[in-house]
Each structure stands twice: as structure tokens, then as C-alpha cells.
């Protein structure tokens, strides 16, 4: 992790330096000393604490951008339910039948290239404005990695297992739910992982066009009216809320497949 820190550092030395000689414009492009300080005025509370009325925890949690990241955070945890929640049991299915697969293939192919931006018309058609739409693009962005990867998983079971599973009687029952869908599970967590990944990307496009909060709405805003600063401090909180959750997927994924291959130690 430190040897991981010497190329933003260095990279943030050489912007401060650009910046500080003049080389740049500042509205074009500020120097990280501002954006540090409007990251910490975006995060800081709008108003001195009333002590009578307002307990210090909600006066702490009342900054925009702790509400922005909150109002995010649940957009792309109830659209990357619905996707991943829809998308797992048809891709159990699919790679465990290949009646299935052979209906629902076809179709699955055609609309997988359709990016989830291109539903944004049709989606404030059917929804409206406000959280029904993001969440429904989210949930595009999420189903798609997590169906594949779960139909690779299921289908490129290794054929040995199966032989042993049906040499020594195993149901048809028995052999998905303990030898097919265990081999699955890191293809499986493998689709989760790319999903949540799309599902942030996802929201701060579809936060731009279809509600009024988030971490995208105001970086839209802050384009409006010329605040650079607040731009590039709104993308870095992204980056570092995305860098959060890969980390957090990385950890989770280690510890389930503790068991696996490569992974006891």
C-alpha cells in the first residue's frame, strides 16, 4: 500500500507545482491546496450547532456531501439488489439447463451491448423524476455482469466433480445445490464485484440527469456555475467511496473463499 502511494503523491506535487507558478488558469484547473479546502467546507455543516435542538451526531452527518454520498450510496445499493437479485437465480438457471440457456440466450445477447445510459429517455418516460429511474439504471448496470459471470461459473463447473458427484448417486437436486453452485461461487463473486462497479458508474450519470442530490447532481451544479474546485473535489470523494467499496468486495471475497484454491493462507 505505501509503494501504491508514491505515484499520487508525486503526481499532486507536480500539480500543486503547475498551479503555484501560473502555468494554468485557476478557474481551469485549481491547485489541490483549494480543492482540499472546498472538500472540507462541501463536508463541513451548513450552520453552527443549536445544542437545544440538534444532537451533535446529526449537526456532524448534516454536511452536503455526507448527504450527497448517503443519497448515492442508496441508490446503488437498492438498484444493485434489484439487478444482482434478478440476475442470479436466471443465471443459476440458465447455466444449469441448457433448455434454458437456448431460450434466454438469444435475447440476453441483444440487450447486453445496449448500454444502461441509452435507457435514461425511456426511464424518466416510465418513472418520472426523482429515485424510481436511477435506481431502475443501476439495476442494468448491475444485472448484466452478475448474470454472465454466474452462467460462465455454473457452466465451466470442472467435469471431474460432476463424474465423482453422479459415480457415487448424487440427485440431480444435490448435485447443483453442493458441487455445481460451490464451484460457481467465485465466478460468481467475481460478477458481484464488476456489478457494484458498474452500479457506482451508473448512479453519478443517472444522478446528473434525473434526481436533484448526489455526488453527481453536484457535480453537474458545481459545472453550472464554474466551480472547478468543487468539481474535482466532488470526483475525488467518487474515487475515494469507489476505492472503499472494491476494498471492503476484495476483503469479503477472501474471506468467503477462504476455502479456495490459492486463499487458505
Avoid: C
Amino acid at each position: 500500500m505505501g509503494a501504491g502511494l508514491i505515484v499520487p503523491v508525486i503526481l499532486i506535487v507536480i500539480w500543486q507545482f503547475v498551479t503555484s507558478m501560473g502555468w494554468v488558469n485557476a478557474q481551469v484547473l485549481p491547485s489541490p491546496v483549494a480543492v482540499v479546502k472546498k472538500w472540507i467546507e462541501y463536508a463541513s455543516p451548513y450552520e453552527a450547532r443549536d445544542v437545544a435542538t440538534t444532537s451533535w451526531l446529526a449537526w456532524a452527518f448534516s454536511g452536503e456531501l455526507i448527504r450527497d454520498t448517503m443519497g448515492s450510496m442508496y441508490r446503488v445499493v437498492v438498484g444493485f439488489v434489484v439487478g444482482a437479485g434478478l440476475a442470479l437465480p436466471l443465471g443459476l438457471a440458465m447455466g444449469s439447463s441448457q433448455r434454458a440457456y437456448a431460450w434466454m440466450n438469444p435475447l440476453l445477447q441483444v440487450l447486453r451491448p445496449i448500454p444502461p445510459i441509452a435507457y435514461i429517455p425511456l426511464s424518466i418516460l416510465w418513472f418520472g423524476l426523482g429515485n424510481p429511474p436511477a435506481i431502475f439504471l443501476i439495476a442494468i448496470g448491475a444485472f448484466f455482469p452478475v448474470l454472465m459471470n454466474t452462467i460462465a461459473g455454473v457452466r465451466h463447473v470442472d467435469g471431474i466433480y460432476i463424474r465423482a458427484a453422479r459415480n457415487l448417486g448424487a440427485s440431480q437436486s444435490t448435485m447443483f445445490l453442493r458441487v455445481m453452485l460451490p464451484a460457481a461461487v467465485p465466478y460468481i463473486l467475481s460478477g458481484v464485484r464488476i456489478g457494484i462497479g458498474t452500479a457506482f458508474i451508473v448512479v453519478i450519470v443517472s444522478e446528473m440527469i434525473a434526481v436533484n442530490n448526489g455526488l453527481g447532481f453536484r457535480i453537474l451544479e458545481a459545472r453550472e456555475y464554474f466551480w472547478s474546485d468543487k468539481i474535482i473535489a466532488g470526483m475525488f470523494s467518487i474515487g475515494l467511496l469507489g476505492l472503499a467499496i472494491d476494498l471492503a468486495m476484495n476483503k469479503l471475497n477472501n474471506y468467503l473463499l477462504r476455502w479456495h484454491r490459492g486463499l487458505e493462507n
